[in-house]
């Protein structure tokens, strides 16, 4: 192979797949604290149950070359009791509203503006804090059965 | 759908450097607040507590006092005495049977009394108690106004209510002319 | 370079490129876990007040009527009840009563009040259809004497208590 061949071609080949495994790499999120359980045990005569509080959760993702967000949704059958989700903290981006989570709900912002890279670091992390919530008039597990949500958490370009 | 374990690594030191500037969201400003609420509410709260009991108590005190009531069922009556018996030389008494006497005690040995407020009469008054309810109590004989004293009507009067008709008898002598009085008969349950 | 060196240096950068595309393809915009939400039979009951005096002191007595009564209605019950099928009773811990105490559950905001009742040692119904729902109620005693009973006092313990209907 001639010499300006090696010296050219094959850089710019290399930079090329490094971007795209970069690229792609990027849109990476990961969940951490595994699957979770609240549980509501308490009432008050005359009120509500006591919500319980979760903060066991939290999201690890990466920069992207463009300005991105985390969503949320979930997937629950015969959903009975409340359950919400708000970013407590974030390293990156901006926390958004807490979110009620219902089942067959659209992909709802969690997480706004997670910067473009470069500069600073390419990873990033929030806090998740769910809040579970149930009336006297929706009942109880025992004679309805749990809610079990599959919440999903997306990254993707704002 | 897992990092490699370099990326993890690496995530997991940039996340030690960026808890150092975590941004916390606005939000979640009052959560402090609402867990502290909750944790009181969950903690020390004995409504909470009671919140897991089916059942509820209270202590209810009956009081009954001793009660002694008495009533009459006419305020005022009126005795005529118009008609005279000739061969005997003597004013015909009148009588008036219209006034009841009520009464109700859950005391014991109670008795009633009744007295007049007129201390020298100027003609007479007597009266007797008839048709009393049974175990309501033991009648006297007729009783005479004729001073201020209070007097035994009734007696033998525990744990009841009572109905009496009141029969009132006015007469007069000759000699005591015409004229009109007036008497505040008062009846008392008392004793015991 | 030769071309045995450029051939060696593809193989290198293709499996290079292998392994980045393998590193590319296990990283995912997406991820979940399931969240579950479970709710304990929770059963709350509580009056406002934990005692109440009824006297019968004279008002209202007439004479010649044999029966007095007083009443009160200071205290109101609390519930909230997450399980289906409920009722609330009540019942005295008082054996041997002097006098009568009966008990009526007024304007609840949930369920239906029952019929007035005598106080005794056997629960009666107080509430009815109070199932998964949370409300409050008047509680209504009235305290009931006949001249024949004498004087004294009743100390009732009442309990209300919430149970399958």
Partial sequence: ??????????????????????????????????????????????????????????????????????????????QRFGLKVVVTSTTLGTPAAEVTLTNGMPATDLVTGVPKRPPGPNNGSCSLLYTASATFAQGNSAELGNDVHTVTYTILAQ | MRCSRAGRMLARDFITEGMKT??????????????LLALLLGVMSPRTIEAQVVSARQIITLEVHELNVIDVNMEALTLTIHEADVRAGVPLPAINSDGALFWMTNGENKKITVASNNAAPRFTLKLLAV?????????????????????????????????????????????????????????TITGG | MTLHSCIRLLIVLLLFCSLSRVETTQAQPTDNHTVTVTVATITALQVSSGSVNLSITGAGVVAGQDLMTTVDESTNL????????????????????????????????????????????????????????????????????????????????????????
């Fill in chain 2, 22 to 35: 975590m941004k916390p969201n606005p939000i979640l400003k009052r959560i402090p607040a609402v867990l």
């Fill in chain 2, 131 to 187: 048709d009393i309810q049974q175990s309501a109590g033991v009648l006297l004989p007729e009783i005479s106004l004729n001073d201020a004293q209070t007097k035994d009507f009734i007696v033998g009067v525990s744990r009841t209510t009572g109905r009496c008709q009141i029969r009132y008898t006015a007469s007069t002598q000759i000699s005591a002319g015409v004229g009109r009085e007036t008497y505040i008969i008062t009846y």
């Fill in chain 1, 1 to 78: 192979m001639p010499r300006f061949l090696h010296s050219r071609i094959v850089p710019i080949i290399l930079l090329l797949f490094l971007g795209t495994v970069e690229e792609l790499a990027s849109q990476s999120i990961t969940l951490q604290g595994g699957n979770q359980t609240l549980g509501i045990t308490t009432g008050l005569a005359g009120s509500e149950p006591v919500a319980v509080i979760n903060t066991a959760s939290s999201i690890d993702f990466t920069k992207a070359n463009v300005i991105q967000k985390v969503t949320v949704q979930t997937s629950c059958l015969g």
């Fill in chain 3, 78 to 165: 609390v519930w909230g009840i997450n399980s289906a099928n409920r009722k609330i009773t009540a019942q005295t811990g008082l054996v041997a009563q002097n006098f009568t105490v009966r008990v009526l559950a007024i304007s609840p905001t949930q369920g239906s009040a029952a019929s007035e009742v005598t106080l005794t040692t056997a629960a009666a119904d107080f509430l009815l259809n109070v199932g998964r729902s949370s409300g409050s109620c008047g509680i209504r005693y009235t305290g009931l004497a006949l001249a024949s009973q004498g004087t004294g006092s009743d100390s009732h313990t009442i309990t209300f208590t919430v149970t399958t209907q």
